[in-house]
C-alpha cells in the first residue's frame, strides 16, 4: 500500500452498517462484514476489506484482505485469539454458512484462511449466534495453549429451504487441532433464542436476552466452560426491561456491561446497565449518549474498562460510529440526482464522495430472498 493511499484512507471513515463483526487487538479495533440499506436493497459491505480504527490517534485506516475470501455476509460471530480474529456461520446472499474462517490481525497482511475441520462434525448452517472464547492448557500438551471457540446458542437454521429454527446448541472448536465437538452440557439449559448477547469473565460464558418466541427476554445465564454446567442467575435487584440484538461486555472481573438493543415493545434502546456477578445485581448506568439508541450494533472491550461501540441501526437509519459519533453518508446515498453537482465540490471532498459512492454494492439477494430475510431476522 503506498504512502498516497495511506494518506487517503486515514481520512476516510468505515462505512455505516449493522450485523457487522468487530473485535479488539492490542489498539486497534477492527471491523468486517455486515450489511447497510441504500433505497430498497439490503446491500452487504464489501468482505475483501477490514477497517481498523486506532483507538489512541483516533484514525481510520482501511486494508485489503486477499487469500480464501468468505462471502459479503451479516450475522456472523467472531472472536480474537492469539492475535487471529475466527468468524464463523453468517447470512450470505444464499443464506445461512456454516464455514470458519482466520484472519492473522498482527502480520500486515490480513490474508483470509478458510478452514476445514478435520475432526467432529460442524453446526448446521445458521446465524445471528453468540460466542465467547476459552483459553486453557492441556494435560497432554502442557505447554501449549489449546484454545476453544465455545458457540453459545446457535439460532436461525435452515434446512435446505423449507425449515427455519432456533435452538439452544452448546459446539466448541478448537483451532489447535481443527475440530468440531458438541460437549455434554448439564443443568437447566437457556431456551432456545436468537439475537441474545453474550461475554466471558474467566472460565464462565454469561448470556443474556434475546428473542423468545413470541417475546424478548431479559433473562440472565452462565455456562462454567470447565464442567459445562448451565445455572440460570435470579437477580437482587431491579432488571432491564427485555430486549433483543444488545450488546453484553465483560468490564471488570466481575462486571458485565449492557447496552441498547430492541425493547419488548419494538423500542430501540440507549440505556446502558452494569451486572455485577458476584452480588447479582443491576445497576443503570448513565453516560452521554442516550439521545442514540441503537441495536445490532457491536461492542468491545477496551482499556481502562472502556467499551467501544460501534455501528448499529436506530428505526432502520443505519448510524456509523465509534464512541458514538455520527456521520451521514447522505451524499453517496444520492449520487444519481447529485452527479451534476459533484464537479463543484473542493477536490479532497470530492475525492472522498466519489469513494464512498464506489462502495454501494448492490447485494444479489432476489426480492424473494429479500422478503423473507426481515421475518427470520427479526429480533
Known amino acids: 500500500m503506498d504512502s498516497a493511499f495511506e494518506r487517503h484512507c486515514s481520512e476516510l471513515v468505515a462505512r455505516e452498517r449493522s450485523g457487522h463483526t ?26 475483501d476489506e477490514i477497517w481498523a480504527y486506532d483507538l489512541e490517534q483516533g484514525s481510520w485506516k482501511v486494508f485489503h484482505m486477499p487469500g480464501e475470501v468468505p462471502p459479503s455476509m451479516s450475522g456472523t460471530c ?14 450470505d446472499d444464499f443464506g445461512q454458512t456454516n464455514q470458519i474462517y482466520c484472519v492473522n490481525l498482527t502480520d500486515g497482511k490480513y490474508t483470509w484462511r478458510k478452514i476445514t475441520h478435520q475432526v467432529g462434525s460442524a453446526p448446521s448452517p445458521r446465524d445471528k449466534l453468540m460466542s465467547v472464547y476459552l483459553s486453557c492448557k ?47 452440557t448439564h443443568g437447566r439449559a437457556p431456551a432456545p433464542r436468537a439475537a441474545h448477547a453474550s461475554a466471558t469473565i474467566g472460565r464462565r460464558g454469561y448470556i443474556c436476552g434475546g428473542r423468545v418466541m413470541e417475546t424478548r427476554t431479559n433473562d440472565i445465564h452462565c455456562l462454567d466452560l470447565e464442567s459445562w454446567t448451565w445455572s440460570e442467575i435470579v437477580p437482587a435487584s431491579s432488571t432491564p426491561v427485555g430486549r433483543s440484538w444488545h450488546t453484553l461486555t465483560a468490564v471488570s472481573d466481575n462486571g458485565l456491561f449492557l447496552f441498547g438493543g430492541l425493547s419488548v415493545d419494538c423500542k430501540p434502546m440507549s440505556d446502558g446497565w452494569l451486572f455485577d456477578v458476584e452480588t447479582k445485581t443491576w445497576r443503570e448506568v448513565e ?14 472491550p477496551g482499556k481502562d474498562s472502556d467499551v467501544i461501540v460501534f455501528g448499529g441501526s436506530c428505526d432502520y437509519i443505519l448510524l456509523v460510529d465509534t464512541k458514538c459519533k455520527i456521520t451521514n453518508d447522505s451524499s453517496a446515498r444520492n449520487s444519481d440526482p447529485l452527479r451534476h453537482q459533484l464537479p463543484l465540490l473542493p477536490s479532497k471532498l470530492l475525492t472522498a464522495v466519489q469513494t464512498r459512492m464506489c462502495f454501494y454494492r448492490p447485494s444479489k439477494r432476489p426480492k424473494s430472498e429479500s422478503s423473507k430475510r426481515p421475518k427470520s431476522e427479526s429480533p
Open 22 to 47: 468487530a473485535v479488539v487487538e492490542d489498539s486497534l479495533l477492527y471491523v468486517w462484514g455486515g450489511y447497510m440499506s441504500v433505497a430498497d436493497d439490503e446491500v452487504f459491505l464489501p468482505n
Open 138 to 184: 492441556s494435560s497432554v500438551l502442557i505447554h501449549k495453549s489449546v484454545y476453544k471457540f465455545p458457540v453459545l446458542h446457535c439460532c436461525c437454521f435452515q434446512v435446505g429451504d423449507i425449515f427455519w429454527g432456533w435452538n439452544n446448541e452448546v459446539h466448541t472448536f478448537d483451532p489447535m487441532h481443527s475440530s468440531w465437538s458438541q460437549p455434554q
Open 78 to 91: 467472531s472472536c480474537s485469539l492469539d492475535g487471529h480474529m475466527y468468524i464463523f456461520g453468517g447470512c
Open 287 to 300: 453516560h452521554p449518549f442516550k439521545t442514540k439508541p441503537r441495536l445490532w450494533h457491536s461492542a468491545c
